[in-house]
């Protein structure tokens, strides 16, 4: 009869896998947490103190390091070793279900003591898991929840493939190897970093079909951007970036959000109460270049969205789901990538960029502040729907290449301008965009304007009201500007570069 133990943080799909492997006729040996959880769903279950006859001693900090534990992990799939487990009157132990303390999540409390931290570091489970990964050539190692599924699926198939029980080894070393890092660098106060990168995909080509490109992960067996393509060819190199700038964008925002890039560049951003309405927003902001663009929704694609593309030639999709509407919809789209994000996150907070002989890394700007505090410098004050639109065009604002223009009317962009080193340009490609939408629109400004040659463009477009950091040493003539003009302005105190 074949034995488990099993010794988990995180109870998720626990019972349900363990009721599973009970099924099969498994017999399951569990830490004092994990074994009372079983009991409470009437599973049948040895408490790993009944199996070693030796009592969880130090408060529970030694619970399974014990031979009769190590010793059935260990033993090789050889006469000699089983007899000699016999002898001491144990046996085999064929596959090991654990997860750890939550080191990273205990330290990452902003009020966490080091005598936390320290009860936070697991030994057992680690010692489980190395002990289990090593000799995968006859023990199963579950260190991952998201597993349970996959290994109740080939045990009733008739037992795990020697393929599976070495890729389930590979995952727990590389989960023993961020865990050991994450301990090391926060008791030794260290700054340096080791990056952890696994391959999921070699692409087609880079930028251009003459450069190679490979995808990385920081997890294995995770799909692009954490996601799961559902529809179309595989993922360009192109592709990624700008579903990746695309989706920034879109989960910033609270309110159901539409926001379409091409080329890295946002040419439209809107939010609605439905998304539908949201979609039409943005491609209204800039319908030429929308063309051959890619498109991330904050909210799950429905099917009023998907037959509101109408005829738009729409390169993929990102979205947290799409409904089953949509997918029908979609589907006649042969070459329409579909890619189902798992959440609306950006993970991780920060991100790195490679330059000549070296990384650079920074924190993923999220947005102002806190304490960030709006400051009306002119002698107008902004209507409330002013307000509202500036504070929309403020937060797309960071989404766009500096020098960064937003011209913005309710929540929807209707001109962008950026990446040009000279801002005053900026202003007149967003407002080129806008047309006469930008009469009676506000602009947002990623950084202050050195002189009040924007702000004097603006106000010939029609634009009423202006957000920027400010901080410019002539911040006064562009006040100045923008009281002849009878514009009202806000200034934040915070720039939003994204270089």
């Keep these: 009869m074949p034995r488990a133990i099993l010794s988990v943080h995180d109870k998720t799909g626990l019972v349900a896998f363990a009721r599973g492997l009970g099924a099969l006729g498994w017999t399951l040996i569990a830490s004092g947490g994990t074994a009372r959880t079983l009991r409470d769903h009437q599973i049948p279950v040895a408490e790993v103190a009944e199996y070693t006859h030796s009592p969880e001693i130090l408060g529970g900090r030694v619970k399974t390091l014990h031979p ?77 929840p998201a597993d349970y599924a996959a290994v109740l699926g080939e045990l009733q198939k008739g037992g795990i493939q020697p393929e599976t029980r070495r890729r389930l080894a590979v995952k727990g070393f590389a989960l023993t190897t961020r865990y050991d890092a994450a301990i090391a660098d926060y008791l030794g106060q260290t700054a340096s970093v080791e990056l952890k990168l696994y391959p999921v995909q070699t692409l087609r080509y880079g930028e251009n079909p003459h450069q190679s490109a490979t995808l990385y992960t920081y997890a294995p067996n995770i799909g692009p951007l954490g996601g799961k393509v559902l529809q179309g060819k595989e993922l360009s190199y192109n592709n990624l970036l700008d579903l990746d700038a695309a989706w920034r964008g879109a989960v910033s925002f609270a309110d159901p959000t539409i926001c379409i890039v091409k080329h890295l560049s946002p040419c439209g951003i809107a939010s609605a109460a439905e998304l539908a309405d949201a979609f039409r927003a943005a491609l209204a902001s800039d319908p030429i270049s929308a063309f051959g663009g890619v498109i991330a929704s904050n909210r799950a694609f429905d099917g009023a969205t998907a037959r509101a593309l109408g005829d738009l030639f729409v390169e993929c999709i990102a979205a947290p789901g799409f409904t089953a509407d949509a997918c029908e919809a979609l589907a006649k789209r042969k070459n329409l990538r579909l890619l189902e994000m798992p959440d609306r996150l950006i993970e991780p907070r920060h991100e790195w960029r490679s330059i000549n002989r070296g990384l650079l890394r920074q924190d993923v700007d999220l947005g102002d502040p806190a304490q960030t505090e709006w400051r009306v410098v002119t002698k107008r004050q902004p209507t409330d729907a002013e307000i509202c639109a500036l504070r929309f065009a403020w937060k797309a604002c960071r989404h766009v290449k500096s020098n960064a223009i937003v011209f913005a009317r309710g929540e929807a962009t209707v001109g962008i301008g950026g990446g040009q080193p000279n801002r005053v340009d900026c202003v007149r490609i967003a407002a080129e965009r806008a047309g006469e939408k930008s009469k009676g629109a506000v602009m947002a400004s990623d950084a202050f304007f050195p002189f009040p040659d924007s702000v004097q463009v603006a106000a010939k477009a029609g634009i009423t009201a202006i957000v920027h950091p400010g901080g410019s040493a002539r911040d006064a003539e562009a006040i100045a500007a923008a009281d002849a003009a009878g514009m009202a302005m806000v200034v934040t105190g915070v720039r939003h570069f994204r270089h």
């Design 68 to 144: 009769a534990i190590h010793g059935g992990l260990l033993a090789r799939a050889t006469d000699a070793d089983h007899a000699e487990l016999l002898k001491l009157g144990w046996d085999y132990i064929d596959l090991v279900a654990v997860n750890l303390y939550p080191f990273e999540q205990t330290i990452a409390k902003p009020d966490v003591t080091l005598a936390d931290a320290i009860e936070n570091i697991d030994i057992g489970g680690v010692t489980l898991i190395r002990a289990a990964a090593k000799n995968h050539a006859r023990v199963t190692l579950v260190c991952d």
